[in-house]
């Protein structure tokens, strides 16, 4: 099986305490039937977890055919703004990252707070 280079992608701000959905579609010629687990993790500048890592496996990531959806609560999103990294790796039938997407998870202050 072909390993793939990371694809760096930065995300669009995110609001802190807002519900979220990140949703995307892989390529046609993306190997998907060779995907047995897909994770996704925030990190903050100190390397520390921002929020609890997100598997496909747990539910905590839907894989649809070739989109992907990653919801974030307003739990999670909250007490977190900064520029963050994250990484979502997809994981062979062995278990093993094969193809990592990754960048810039920002999330914005909350001004409103109610």
Same mark, same amino acid.
């Given at each position: 099986m072909a390993t793939y280079d990371k *694809?760096? *992608?930065? /995300?669009?701000? *995110?609001?802190? +305490?807002?519900?979220a959905d990140w949703e995307f579609?892989?390529?046609?010629?993306?190997?998907? !039937?060779?995907v047995s687990n897909i994770s996704f993790q925030a990190r903050d500048a +100190? +390397?520390? /977890?921002i929020m609890p890592e997100? @598997? /496909?496996?747990? %539910? %905590?990531?839907? @894989?649809?055919? /070739?989109?992907?959806?990653?919801?974030?609560? !307003?739990?999670?999103?909250?007490?977190?703004? +900064?520029k963050h990294t994250y990484e979502i790796d997809f994981l062979n039938l062995a278990g093993d990252p094969f193809a990592t997407i990754g960048g810039i998870f920002q999330i914005n202050k909350e001004v409103n707070k109610r």
């Open positions: *694809y760096i *992608y930065n /995300l669009l701000p *995110y609001q802190e +305490g807002n519900d579609d892989l390529s046609d010629n993306f190997p998907i !039937a060779q +100190g +390397g520390r /977890l997100k @598997l /496909l496996s747990t %539910g %905590g990531i839907t @894989l649809n055919g /070739l989109s992907v959806s990653i919801p974030f609560s !307003a739990a999670e999103m909250k007490g977190k703004p +900064g």
